[in-house]
């Protein structure tokens, strides 16, 4: 999700080409990290910051009979989804422009919530997540990676990282529930929360 903090995007079409090299499937690997996803082939999921699509076209493969709704507050990231998706022929997506606080997706309309190295963006998590929330159905989940709060190769600075006990405290102060944590490597860790209400 575009927003104007430094480490983030200031050469669109250079960041967009460094989210898609090859490589970073060594790090993430959307595909095993699906696996651990609780998706049902049928679930309708949001995948909020999208960007280029990293993880959309790999969420789209899996829901065969189901749908995508990819989010981005960047133009420039909605269109390089785009094409990457008219160019893999991917018809069960849905490519939408948001606000970093207000998504266009109608409340409790979601069975899951798909959010990949994005929460570090906002300067207000709490209100970010409260508003992802309220796409989900109850019993609904949200898949969150984020950067290891530690010192790695790449990646934002330390002080906009978020430690998982951090973490604990804004799903819980936006009405979602902790529900696990899963060290993905020494770059990125993985938490689901569940819509409990």
């Not at 080409?17 to 049928?42: G, W």
């Not at 493969?61 to 160019?87: F, H, P, W």
Request: with cysteine; charged share 25%.
């Amino acid at each position: 999700m575009s927003t104007e903090s430094d480490h983030d995007h200031p050469d669109m079409p250079n960041s967009i080409e460094r989210m898609l090299r090859p490589e970073r499937v060594e790090t993430l690997d959307p595909f095993r990290i699906l696996s651990h996803c609780p998706i049902n082939p049928r679930d309708t999921i949001a995948d909020i910051g999208c960007g280029p699509g990293y993880f959309t076209l790999p969420l789209a493969k899996y829901l065969i009979n189901g749908k995508v709704v990819a989010l981005d507050t960047s133009d420039e990231m909605i269109a390089a989804c785009q094409e990457r998706l008219d160019e893999a022929r991917m018809g069960n997506v849905e490519v939408l422009k948001c606000d970093e606080y207000e998504f266009p997706v109608a409340p409790a309309s979601m069975d899951g919530i798909f959010i990949a190295v994005t929460l570090h963006h906002p300067s207000d998590r709490v209100r970010f997540l409260t508003a992802a929330k309220e796409m989900l159905r109850p019993g609904g989940w949200c898949f969150i990676i984020e950067w290891q709060k530690r010192e790695t190769e790449s990646g934002p600075p330390q002080e906009v990282r978020i430690a998982t006990d951090e973490l604990r405290q804004i799903a819980l102060d936006s009405g979602l529930k902790f529900q696990s944590t899963l060290e993905l490597n020494s770059e990125y860790y993985l938490a689901t929360l569940i819509n409990s209400r």
